[in-house]
């Protein structure tokens, strides 16, 4: 070795790489490892976490569906510890109650197409076919002064609710209560086909429903109810009326005002149902009918033929009464007195308890002796006289 020598030496020391890389090798593996647990763990807990989230804001959005359904059947809370989705799920809880609430005043059918239609309701109306009914309570003025205000209140509301589950059961739709009276459209705020078959379905479901009724309280020692019921079809208005704070969704028109002439002229005759022409002529097939007279109701100069649909059971003789009365009548129209007198005394009564036959001949008693300068065969407000 010379110290004065400027070359440099090299030591290289040659070890195997496995010696070297071997542990480097172990700790990426114990990092990756580890780095796909926390990624898949993180992936476990961020799922819990979304679904903690998601589940019930999809559990909102069908109640929420089905609210705009008015499907309004109440649900408990839902139970999460996120605060926003509690204020949202108890803001649905009052919506439902709310529109719950709202239904009892308005027609669920008019109220689920606002909804559907996302329109604000506002003053206005439309032309169209509807059929109308309406019902009354006979005598109900005595009625009320033989009953205490809240019995008569309680009394008044079960059957209330037995008219209107007639009304709703045979898709009606129930406008309004006025007094003791109930008044029903079909065909309207949606298209019924069969309007007219439904109305007098309905009808019929009144009478029975206060025959059970008055069963059922004849231990409570209070009257029994009777009812008279109206029923037309015909153009009509149909639409909100009211102001811009308040709304009522009913029918205007000559249609509407004869029906309610209908149903006050059974105290004339002494009937349930009385229908008009119209009615008569769509569903003559599906319930026993019969002729009362040719009119011309109070506030309408046109004359219509009347028809009382008959709710008797025992209609034995109502083929041969309607044969009958048809020849009697058609000699009354003419202003055959004696003649119809003579018949109508013979004449078979459709069912018991009739009173019709009795009415015509007090008629034809007093126009034999009193004649009216004018007779077309229609009886009108001004012939009550004869009634």
Known sequence: FNANSEKIWHITIIVPASDVLAPLRSLSMRILFLTVFILILGLLIARYLSQKISLPIIKLSKEAQEITQL??????????????????????SNMRSSLASFQLYVPSTLVKKLLHSGKIAKVGGEYQRITILFSDIKGFTKLAEMIPPIQLMNYLSEYFQLMTDAVLIHQGVLDKYIGDAVMALWNTPLPDKDHILHACQTAVCMIERVTLFNANNQNLELPELALRIGIHSGEAIVGNVGSAERLSFTALGDSVNLASRLEDINKIYETQIIVSQSIFEEVQNHFPFRLLDEVAVRGKQESTTIYELITAQDLSNL?????EFHQAFACYQK?????????????TPAYPGDRLAALYRKRCQLLAKKPPQFWDGIWRDKNKFYS
């Open 71 to 92: 499907k309004l059947t109440p649900k408990p809370l839902l139970k999460t510890r996120i605060k926003e989705i509690r204020y949202m799920d108890k803001s649905l």
């Open 319 to 323: 083929k041969q009464h309607i044969q």
């Open 335 to 347: 202003g055959n007195w004696d003649e119809s007198l003579k018949l109508f005394i013979k004449l």
